[in-house]
């Protein structure tokens, strides 16, 4: 039976009048790349700061690695490796001083935990006489994971720790994300890019502090139950304007350069409601519109539930 590195059971969280987690239910199996995907605001930091022991839950109950993040607070400490979303390091000390300062914070040291950081660490370290405040994004990125990593944790907690890099060092970072996992790390990561969820074996969906769906991102795609059509155009805001006025609109929305319409009648076929809605926008002003049958994406999924008020076809499994 797979040991559960993470067990949430009804976890709540409110500041002020404003409820960051509404109810979250949910386990982390041990040795898994999970993700938590949503928008700003979403209830993610939160999540990830209560799971690291820096935020106390108003309701509800967490475990991490067996230990009760309130009540054994001090020792899971020495086993979770947190990433913060936005870099806390101290800019006016070194790369080798920011390392060399949470080994010993620790109770550790560089020279012994070398293996660990090696794989992430030499990419750097020929930097390592720089001030971290003069270091590129994705520097910045790999000495903290560094510093996450440094104490050898058993769990490690990351959150949104591609916000603000390039894409080249995004896939950089989830390599090593990878390789860090193939070797039986467990990891959670919090992301706003849904193109990352195919990097993680399970996914949550998570909007205004509640989790949509919990499963691997193929299985929640797969599920998708709409006939689903990409549209372009010339005029973009007149094309949303008319696709969700069209009789069979479930949603249309922006979709990088073109619009996602998502139809009502479940089981239609793409390609007929595709000549039926380009006759439409046709007759609205709109002949040079493209339609065309798409392939839908986790997006697509996390659109749907957000619209469907119970969404069942698509929340699955709990955890």
Known sequence: MTRVDVAVQGLRKSFGDTLALDGIDLEIRSGELFGFLGPDGAGKTTLLRILATLMRPDEGTARVLDRDVVRDMWELRRLVGYMPGRFSLYPDLTV???LRFFATAFGTTVEKQYEVIAPIYR???????RRAGALSGGMKQKLALSCALVHRPEILLLDEPTTGVDAVSRREFW?????MRAGGLTIVVSTPYMDEADRCDRVALVQRGRT???????????RYPL????????????????LRDFPHVHSAFPFGETLHYADNRTGGDPAGIAGELTAYLTKRGLPEAV???????????????MVTADGPDLAGGAA
């Open 227 to 242: 006939p689903l059509l990409a549209v372009k155009g010339g005029d973009r805001p007149g094309l949303l304007r008319e």
């Open 96 to 98: 080798e001083e920011n």
């Open 212 to 222: 949509l769906a919990i499963d691997p991102p193929g299985e929640i795609v797969a």
């Open 175 to 179: 390599d090593l994300l990878a390789d």
């Open 291 to 305: 339609v065309v049958p798409e392939t839908p994406g986790i997006e697509d999924a996390f659109m749907l539930l």
């Open 123 to 129: 990419q750097i370290e020929p930097f390592k006489t």
